[in-house]
């Protein structure tokens, strides 16, 4: 099962997170897939790209974020810090932060430069 999907900021690929807890990348030209990477241990809940599309952003049952180069499939980073599973992954508009929401009813917001957590929220 499919859990989120999100497109390329330049429309080009599809990046779908699934049950199985792989992360796959689609062509959107002729649905074809570019790349399937075991991103999590669980379930893959989460997708987001970066605006610039030279990172994607995943999050998993597992409790982490793990960041991802697209094009290589190679993993950049991981964010630790959730208590539950993921629930949400959005980059601001600019591409500077990362927010994060899960089970554990918190939102967390990191610096994208350098993957450090520098607020808590809690959820609702």
């Known amino acids: 099962w499919v859990r989120s ?3 390329s900021p330049d429309g080009t690929r599809l990046a779908t997170a699934g049950e ?4 796959v990348l689609w062509d959107t030209a002729n649905g074809s897939e570019v790349k399937a990477v075991a991103a999590h241990a669980g379930s893959a ?3 987001a790209f970066a605006p610039g599309g030279g990172t994607l952003a995943t999050g998993g049952s597992d ?3 793990k960041l991802w180069d697209p094009a290589s499939g190679a993993e950049k980073g991981k964010l630790e810090g959730h208590g539950d599973s993921l629930w949400a992954v959005a ?3 600019d591409g500077s932060r990362l927010a994060t ?6 939102i967390r917001l990191w610096n994208a430069s350098d993957a450090k957590e520098f ?3 809690s959820g609702h």
């Open 5 to 7: 999907l999100a497109f």
């Open 20 to 23: 199985d807890g792989q992360v």
């Open 45 to 47: 809940t989460c997708v």
């Open 63 to 65: 409790k982490l974020v």
């Open 91 to 93: 980059y601001s508009p």
């Open 101 to 106: 929401a899960g089970a554990d009813r918190m």
């Open 119 to 121: 607020a808590t929220l």
